[in-house]
């Protein structure tokens, strides 16, 4: 391949766009669904402060090294990473990144799309006033009727489909620039009225405690895979999400701060989501534990009890549509922009991938049901599918861009596409990219082999 194809598919107008985009990318299921309830299943603080210190010393790194690729060569991930391989001389199978980033791509599309169909159904519930008044065990039984109905599963992961591959099919920027810009602060704003009612609730403190009380004897192997696994999964790292956008990021933009920014705000709405579902779990009764349910059986809970609950419920579940959305066209943009490179329109090589990522979503709607019974290593096909895309294929993608940023890829080079003026900043990078990150990255991993 060579670099004919080079800043094809336009750059991001607005200054502020990449970091808008970064984020809607970062922000979504994983901080308002996921995080709280692994949180949950994983006894607490303890795990949050393994997750806090992965993002730090993992994640971040790792996600400027992913956008300065991107930037540098202005393609696609798979074709970036064959051209930067070839001109650093790095051993040839680091020419697999890109692939290996979409094929991870294509997975996690696969059951994103079911889950943000779920928060589709709740927009629907929530708005027709079903909610009012429920307790604990109605909210549960509502959450079960849901899972156990593959049709309604089916058609609502078909809906979230069509939606994301159509913004995908008219080119990122045109759908998407315009609305993030509204979007986003709505998204915090919303977020900021929850978190206020969350502190009236009796349980508040003790979610709190729950969250940020660092107990070490809850750390277990697994809850230290599962936490690094999040903080790629929750960063939109080690698949070339990020590559992909800061292919289309002006030349002049500092990576750094840019990328510190997007690190700062996906953290802080995790955090707040935390803070927000525990102390309605403590304040009901719930079990922290609960798993996938946790957000949709807690929060409706508090939208049935509070004053214009069916209001802010409803806007509630919209943005946890939307922020799923705007992760979901991240996500399959790597795959798409290697199509359209390889000469398709991009309205059929948004058909194509969508559309299998549909058909494999198939299997995620029914181990909620039909094929619940059926399990490998103990794990459901959803289940499989999570676990193999964050524990094992994000990390080690994660891992490679590190090696190869950190090894590979010359200090000049490097300081050329940064454009970051503070040395002291950028030789700290340095050091963390090449030997913190591998190592913490790999240890965990080898350890977590095991778990199979
Ligand atoms: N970061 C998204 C979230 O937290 O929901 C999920 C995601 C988006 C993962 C894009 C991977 C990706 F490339």
């Given at each position: 391949m060579s670099d004919q194809k080079r800043g094809m598919h336009g750059i991001w107008a607005g200054r502020w766009t990449f970091i808008l985009a970064a984020t809607g990318s970062a922000v979504g299921l994983g901080n308002l669904w996921k995080f709280p309830y692994i949180t949950g299943e994983n006894g607490g603080g303890a795990f949050v402060l393994v997750y806090l210190a992965c993002i730090l010393l993992a994640g971040i790194p790792v996600m400027l090294g992913e956008a300065l690729l991107g930037r540098k060569k202005r393609m696609s991930p798979i074709h970036t990473m064959e051209s930067m391989t070839d001109e650093t001389g790095a051993?040839?199978?680091?020419?697999?990144i890109g692939w290996m980033g979409a094929l991870s791509g294509f997975f996690i599309l696969s059951f994103y799309s079911v889950i943000a169909g779920w928060a589709l159904v709740y927009v629907g519930k929530i708005a027709s006033g079903?909610?009012?008044?429920?307790n604990a065990e109605g909210s549960g039984a509502a959450f079960g009727a849901m899972l156990a109905d593959p049709v309604g599963l089916t058609i609502w992961h078909t809906v979230f489909m069509f939606l994301t591959g159509a913004v995908i099919a008219r080119g990122v920027n045109k759908g998407l620039e315009a609305s993030l810009r509204i979007l986003m602060p709505v998204l915090f704003v919303l977020m900021l009225i929850l978190f206020g009612y969350s502190?009236?609730?009796?349980?508040f403190m003790q979610g709190f405690h729950f969250l940020f009380d660092f107990d070490a004897?809850?750390?277990?192997t697994e809850s230290i895979v599962v936490a690094l696994g999040h903080s790629f999964f929750t960063l939109s790292l080690g698949m070339g999400a990020i590559m992909a956008y800061g292919a289309y990021?002006?030349?002049?933009?500092?990576l750094g701060k840019t990328i510190m920014w997007v690190g700062v705000l996906d953290t802080a709405v995790a955090l707040v989501a935390g803070m927000i579902i525990f102390a309605i779990v403590f304040s009901n009764g719930?079990?922290?534990?609960?798993?996938?349910?946790l957000m949709f059986v807690s929060l409706p809970i508090a939208f049935g009890g509070m004053p214009g609950g069916i209001f802010f419920g409803t806007v509630f579940f919209i943005l946890v549509s939307i922020a799923a959305w705007s992760s979901a066209i991240s996500i399959a943009e790597p795959a798409v922009a290697w199509a359209v490179e390889k000469g398709f329109t991009r309205l059929t090589a948004s058909l194509a991938i969508c559309g299998f990522a549909w058909f494999l979503g198939l299997g995620t709607v029914l181990?909620?049901?039909?094929?619940?019974?059926?399990?490998l290593f103990g794990k459901t096909f959803f289940d499989t599918l999570d676990f193999l895309t964050s524990n094992i294929m994000l990390p080690l993608g994660g891992l490679l861009i590190a090696v190869f940023v950190g090894w590979f890829m010359s200090s000049d080079m490097i300081k050329n596409e940064m454009k970051m003026k503070n040395d002291t900043l950028f030789n700290v990078w340095r050091f963390v990219v090449r030997f913190i990150s591998p190592v913490a990255i790999a240890l965990i991993f080898i350890n977590g082999l095991g778990l199979f």
């Open positions: 051993p040839k199978f680091f020419r697999g079903a909610f009012v008044g429920i502190l009236t609730t009796p349980g004897s809850k750390l277990t990021m002006p030349a002049k933009q500092s719930l079990e922290p534990s609960a798993g996938p349910g181990s909620f049901n039909e094929w619940a019974e059926y399990k």
